[in-house]
């Protein structure tokens, strides 16, 4: 049997990983420890004499290897080596495995027989568990190795009862036991579809994930096959050799109590409010149960309601872009997929056509089969967006009903107390009257809770019935951070609360004023930090919150709140408008970006089967000649007199940005006018291609402004608006940052600056790592600014350039918000 020697700083670590290493291999092993230095209270340190004394200990003609833990402990084994003589040093092998992990699976292999390459092998895979369970991408889980071939041998399934399934201790004693016989043992997770794979290793069947309650099945083949699968089963009996300890029935989850006079409920956003009770009680919507007297006319009818609605939820999208930002906004384009989900639509016409149901009572019953259907996942977060497919399925029946939509509405400023609050409830909020939301039901996860903290109105959910007792107009505390409510507070209550509310205005305050300043780093690099707005409108708002300038003027507002194409006059004066509003700062107009998830009601398209990757953005502008000059010559009206800036969305190659400047420089000719001195026209890099060829695009753009929204959803294949596949869609992915890389790295070569518009600019963890790669623009939702400017001030560039040098290499955006976070603590 191989023997295995740990090397260790510690005596304390070295005793304790060989204690673990002994448990799960077993006594018989040969395992010697070098831990600390030679004196009675074993120094921290390391000493090549000691180890070479373990090695001699631990010897085998088979071989001897040994595990170190950093440092020193490495160059103090490799001098030991050097004082082995010859014929022993060359059965001594270093193993550069993880201390622990390697050494709990080297000893479980050492004790199968297997040899020292195969030991150093497994030790060194030691932590491709831990990293399969906490959901790293270093190593993949449990690879499949070939499949059963039950026509070669024998399978037996069984059910795992282990409290934590096959975790460390219970997946050794396997291995012992299947790797005892002559025969070749697999296994595989049948319930959770992973593997099969050699039962020899530890690491194997550890990355298999086998759970509490995961049926697995065993595949021997060989002489010994049938004794193998039986002593497996007769493991699996005896609970793997662990005592199980059966599952207690979960005890109902009473709400905790609150402090005296509290209703306590989960804390969902921060911040305190004091205040008198609005509620909010909506009579509920009853959808008439009767027969269809008139199919085509309830079918008609049950169109417009949700044309209606369709309408409804754009206004909401666009009231929550303009006060928030696009990314919460996104809430609404799911809002809107459900309108055209056959599943849902299909049985309504249905039930209509035949004359069953009238259109609101099919509607009715469909929403409820189908929220009831995401009720029944596993997953809370999926479960709560039953909650937005009824807020949809409201809003159509109160248009089919010919009744308004029930919402809060509150006449004065207050605290809101509701049943539960849908997104499009919460999209309506105005903060300076709902300063404080406390609901009976919902979740923290709900469309609604994330608006309210988007919104920065403080919010407690889950308050239960009692919330439901509080009468309109009684004196309410609520305490956003604990989680709790206070009806009629004591006066120390309010007091404190008081207290508390004032020293937070105070330091929003603070944050305000300082970002107005501009955002320094701490080399002196100025960063510019500019606003993302959707119309003139918005830019006071922006402005308080410190914005440089406007870094992307989304346009297509302006031309999705109307029934028609806004003329070239109106155009001109939004923009001016908006100039004006920014008092010389500049302002980057993109140009109209529609097409896909934006389409223009009164623009008629052809379908297209993938418009994410159709005529949308600068594609559209090319086809449609007319309205894009319209536009630019709107906006050179405007750049004659302000700092403007013309930038193109969704360019993929040079022909489209040579076309758009032809385009720019028309625009100026058919006005009699030469372009404005200093108007910069720029693209979006939001295509990967654009990315790629950055350095062919550089000489002909003045400037770069990365749309990682799309360019992730690009580069990652993940359908921005699925909020299915939303986990890819994190824009501090390497590959993502690496086409950044790219255009920064081009664009420094002609001397061009890049900016970043998409929620990443947003996003403080993003911040060093954008300014290391290169960029020195940001441009974000109005209520981020202050925190990212206060971001910058703290960016030392050259750490910065290190650490964005590092997130290139990572594999995973996991691993690289992981890496930031270690960088900043
Ligand atoms: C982007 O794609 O990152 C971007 C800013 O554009 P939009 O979100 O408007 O598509
Ligand atoms: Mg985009």
């Not at 014929?87 to 001594?92: A, L, M, S, T």
Request: aromatic share 4%; proline share 7%.
């Amino acid at each position: 049997m191989v023997g295995l020697v740990l090397v260790s700083h510690s005596w304390k670590l070295a005793e304790g990983a060989a204690e673990l290493a002994r448990e799960m291999g077993g006594p018989e092993i040969k395992l010697e420890t070098a831990g600390g230095l030679d004196a009675p209270d074993h120094p921290v340190g390391t000493d090549a004499v000691l180890v070479v004394g373990a090695i001699e200990r631990a010897w085998s003609e088979d071989g001897v290897v040994v595990l170190m833990d950093l440092g020193s402990a490495v160059l103090s084994a490799e001098m030991a080596l050097e004082m082995l003589p010859d014929d022993r040093r060359e059965k001594v092998l270093l193993c550069e495995a993880p201390f622990i992990e390697g050494a709990v699976a080297a000893a479980v292999t050492a004790k199968l027989g297997a040899s020292a390459e195969q030991v150093a092998a497994e030790a060194r895979g030691g932590l491709a568990p831990k990293i399969a369970h906490l959901g790293g991408e270093q190593a993949a889980p449990a690879e499949a190795e070939g499949s059963f071939d039950a026509a070669h041998g024998r399978t037996i399934r069984l059910v795992v009862a282990n409290p934590h399934g096959l975790h460390a201790r219970p997946a050794a004693r396997f291995v012992q036991v299947a790797s005892g016989f002559e025969a070749d043992v697999r296994v595989a997770n049948v319930s959770a579809g992973r593997g099969p794979v050699t039962a020899r290793s530890l690491n194997a069947v550890a990355t298999l994930g086998v759970g509490r309650g995961d049926e697995i099945e065993v595949l021997a083949t060989g002489p010994e096959a049938d004794r193998a699968l039986d002593a497996v089963r007769a493991l699996a009996d005896r609970g793997f050799d662990e005592e199980i300890v059966p599952e207690e029935p979960a005890a109902p989850t009473a709400r905790p109590a609150g402090p005296a006079g509290a209703i306590a409920g989960v804390a969902t956003s921060p911040g305190v409010a004091l205040g008198v009770a609005r509620r909010f009680q909506p009579a509920p919507l009853e959808a008439p149960d009767r027969a269809s007297t008139d199919p085509a006319a309830e079918l008609e009818a049950l169109e417009e309601a949700i044309a209606a609605t369709a309408e409804d939820i754009e206004a909401q999208r666009a009231a929550v872009a303009g006060r928030v930002g696009a990314y919460q906004a996104a809430i609404f384009d799911a809002h809107r997929l459900f309108l055209q989900d056959e599943m849902l639509l299909d049985p309504v016409r249905a039930a209509i056509r035949d004359g069953d149901r009238s259109a609101p009572g099919a509607w009715s019953s469909s929403i409820e089969v189908m929220a009831s259907e995401w009720e029944a996942l596993e997953d809370d977060y999926m479960r709560a967006r039953a909650a937005d497919l009824r807020s949809v399925g409201l809003q159509v029946l109160a248009h089919l009903l010919g009744v308004p939509v029930p919402g809060p509405r509150l006449e004065g400023p207050g605290i809101l107390v509701a049943p539960d609050l849908t997104p499009a409830d919460a999209a309506g909020l105005d903060p300076a009257l709902a300063l404080g939301i406390a609901t009976a039901f919902g979740g923290p996860t709900s469309h609604a809770a994330i608006l309210a903290r988007s919104l920065g109105i403080p919010a407690v959910v889950g308050l239960g019935e009692p919330a439901l007792q509080v009468t309109e107009g009684t004196a309410l505390a609520l305490d956003g951070d604990a989680g709790l409510l206070y009806i009629e507070p004591s006066p120390d209550v309010t007091a404190e609360l008081e207290e508390r509310r004032r020293t937070r205005a105070e330091a929003d305050r603070s944050a305000r004023a300082e970002a107005r300043a501009p955002a320094r780093t701490l080399d002196g690099l100025t960063v510019e930090v500019a606003a993302n707005v959707g119309s003139p409108e918005e830019i006071p708002a922006a402005v308080d919150a410190g914005c440089d300038g406007v870094g992307l003027f989304r346009t297509e507002f302006l031309f999705m709140e109307r029934g028609q194409m806004p003329s070239e006059d109106e155009q001109e004066a939004a923009y001016r408008r908006a100039a004006e509003a920014l008092d010389g700062r500049p302002m980057v107009v993109r140009t109209l970006d529609v097409g896909a998830d934006k389409p223009l009601p009164y623009l008629a398209q052809p379908p297209e089967a993938n418009p994410f990757l159709g005529v949308r953005g600068l594609r559209l502008g090319l086809e449609r000649a007319d309205l894009l000059e319209t536009q630019l010559r709107a906006i050179i009206r405007v750049a004659g007199d302000h700092p403007l800036r013309v930038m193109f969305p969704m360019v993929a190659t040079l022909e489209e940005l040579r076309a758009a400047r032809a385009a720019v420089d028309a625009a100026a000719q058919g006005l009699g006018v030469p372009l404005p001195e200093g108007l910069q026209v720029g693209i979006m890099v939001e295509v990967p291609s654009a990315a790629l060829t950055a350095s062919a695009l550089a000489p002909e753009a003045d400037f770069f402004s990365v749309g990682t929204n799309d360019l992730t959803q690009y580069t990652l294949a993940a359908d921005r608006g699925n909020e299915r596949v939303a986990a890819l869609s994190d824009a501090l992915h390497p590959a993502v940052l690496r086409l950044i890389a790219a255009t920064c790295a081009a664009a420094a070569e002609h001397g061009r600056w890049v900016g970043v518009c998409g929620e990443l600019a947003g996003d403080q963890a993003a911040t060093p790592v954008l300014l290391g790669l290169g960029v020195t623009e940001l441009s974000m939702s109005a209520p981020s600014i202050p925190g990212v400017k206060r971001r910058v001030r703290a960016v030392d560039l050259g750490r910065a350039r290190e650490l964005a040098a590092r997130a290139l290499e990572l594999p995973s955006a996991g691993a690289v918000r992981r890496s930031v976070e270690r960088a900043t603590d």
